[in-house]
């Protein structure tokens, strides 16, 4: 399947099954990307270490408005601060679009491929709480 570049692309050429992936998830860790890749309508990539946050968000809010995205997911390489911030688009979409198609995130190790639920997600934006949270857990 083709992975053309997200922020490259015309919001009205998404469609179906989305799948958005780090860009270096091919690479990385093939078989999971394969996996996610063969659930998927289209597949495009995306880079926050080149590309800002704001970028995506914006591009994406677009192509959900076009309404010919029947469900969107995410997925990246794990342990990678850039790629931590896509897991971050599913709430920021949320936030301007109340509707919107499902969404799920994804991360691939090793072991392969790994559900993303919105409570890691914003947990791990809240370093405090989750330090909090660290000590709570220690005996």
């Known amino acids: 399947m083709e992975l053309k570049p997200l922020l490259e692309t015309n919001v009205y050429s998404l469609r179906g099954r989305v799948l958005i992936a780090g860009a270096c ?3 990385v860790w093939p078989e999971a990307f394969a996996a996610l890749a063969a659930e998927a309508d289209q597949v ?3 880079c926050l270490e080149a590309s800002h946050l704001n970028m995506a968000v914006t591009k994406l809010t677009a192509v959900l408005g076009t309404g010919q995205v029947e469900s ?3 997925a990246t390489v ?3 601060p850039h790629c931590t911030q896509m897991h971050y688009i599913r709430h920021e979409i949320e ?3 109340p509707e919107h198609v499902p969404m799920e995130s994804f991360v691939c190790t090793a072991e392969g491929v790994v559900p993303v639920s919105e409570e890691a997600a914003e947990l791990s934006k809240s370093l405090a709480r989750l330090s909090r949270s660290k000590k709570e857990a220690k005996p």
Do not use: A, G, Q, T
């Open 72 to 74: 969107l997911r995410f």
């Open 78 to 80: 794990d342990r990678s």
């Open 25 to 27: 998830l091919p690479e």
């Open 95 to 97: 936030r301007v679009l």
């Open 44 to 46: 495009y990539s995306l």
